[in-house]
């Protein structure tokens, strides 16, 4: 029986890809680019399973724990979904409460009624479900804003060497990333298109959010925020509201008054809380990294002052770092270099944005994503001093940095070249 199902299953998983490249293949502008793409895709997610790190091997582990219980005691199994522990005559697993580790494992508990527990399947249905969701942003993107380079979102969402390697496989940066990306996409187009909304595309807005939410509550609290903020202008907007320092002061007046309505609402959000995780998790793996490139602090403390002091260093250690000349081992060698072309990227947008050849994206979404990604690199830089581990994290703040630094007036010639 477990046979038939995988097989039914699997037979339907490829038909639908089979329909969705087919369809996408006729997406104007970007339709030549999604078979290349998955054929890539699918060809970096081999070498990921080949390479599979021990993260994924846990976590597979423990999925096909969880698919056996859904076999034997389906109840048990529900009753696992929805709660934080796991329990068989033989293994337990217990965590506490906003586990992107459980909930990943979870994700696979269901995944397994296809693959049968074959790791390669699992992180194949990850790697395509993360093409599937960025791709809906690099399909509207140009439809919402004809006057931005086609090849930025995906080259930022899909092709950037760091984000493409950390979203194919067995890895929790494959669902976060093709969430948010996802969301976005539906959110500017609810913004900006002008039509009514659908009650599936707030269906799934509302899954997406929970996934998101799921896998890494700060990274998606910081997104949503941004994409709130950028639909409060919006009705400012509609409401004549059009000058540049109001909308700032919108955007600043909704994440303070977000922060202390969160903070309120669950005790997680509240400085304190955040303050005291930010310190055990930056001197936890700063022990571990004594022997390893990694980034150290005089002062850091839990107040503040010394996170608004140690915040610009931390944004810049998590775009830049490694240098160089950090170490000769290859994975750090080769984000090295990219973290070259990125200073390269970010010195021309500063040029281009200093001579008001910034690009024509709307001044409100430059905005949110500019203090998402500003946000997401400091709360990265003073929580990951370990800079193997802060490579990885940063994938998801990757792809929103590069779709603003590949908008402006010199880099979008340069694209229109290869398009």
Known sequence: MRIL????????????????????????????????????KLAITLVTVALLTEDARYFQYWGVA????????????????LGDEFHAADRQLIY??????????KVL??????????????????????????????????????D??????????????????????LTKESLLVSTLAWLTAL?????????????????GAVVLVIVAF????????????????????????????????????????????????????????????????????????LEQSRHKPHIEYAHLAPTWQSVLSNAPAAAMHTV???????STQWNYLAVSIENVLLLVLLLTAAVAVVRGRGGRLPFALVLVLAIYCLGLAILLGLTTPNLGTLSRYRTVLLPFLLLLLLQNNYVAHWLKRWC
């Not at 087919?22 to 793409?37: S, T």
């Not at 056996?68 to 696992?80: F, N, S």
């Not at 930022?156 to 979203?167: I, M």
Request: contains cysteine; glycine residues 8%.
């Open 187 to 203: 959110v500017l187009d609810w913004l900006y298109e002008g039509r009514p909304v659908r009650a599936w595309s707030v269906v």
């Open 320 to 326: 830049l770092r490694p240098w160089l000349w950090e």
């Open 148 to 169: 931005a380079p086609v090849l930025a979102v995906p080259i930022a969402f899909l092709l950037w060497p760091t984000v493409l390697y950390w979203t194919s496989g």
């Open 5 to 40: 199902l995988a097989l039914i299953l699997n037979t339907g998983l490829l038909w639908l890809l089979w329909r969705w490249v087919r369809r996408e293949q006729r997406a104007p502008g970007v339709g030549k680019l999604v078979l290349p793409i998955l054929t890539l």
């Open 66 to 81: 969880l698919t056996d219980q859904l076999w034997t005691a389906p109840i048990a199994w529900v009753g696992t979904l």
């Open 109 to 146: 508990s269901a995944l397994n009624l296809a693959s049968l527990g074959n790791v390669w399947l699992n992180a194949l249905y990850l790697s395509v479900f993360c093409l599937v969701g960025c791709w809906q942003l690099v399909r509207r993107f140009p439809h919402i804003f004809p």
């Open 214 to 285: 799921k896998m890494r509550y700060f990274f998606a609290v910081l997104l949503f925020a941004a994409l709130l903020g950028l639909a409060l202008i919006r009705v400012g907007e509609q409401l004549g509201v059009r000058r540049r320092g109001v909308q700032v002061a919108l955007v600043m007046l909704l994440l303070s008054g977000g922060s202390w309505v969160l903070s309120e609402v669950n005790s997680i959000f509240r400085f304190n809380r955040f303050s005291s995780q930010l310190l055990r998790n930056y001197y936890g793996m």
């Open 96 to 105: 506490h409460g906003y586990s992107n580790t459980f909930f990943l494992i």
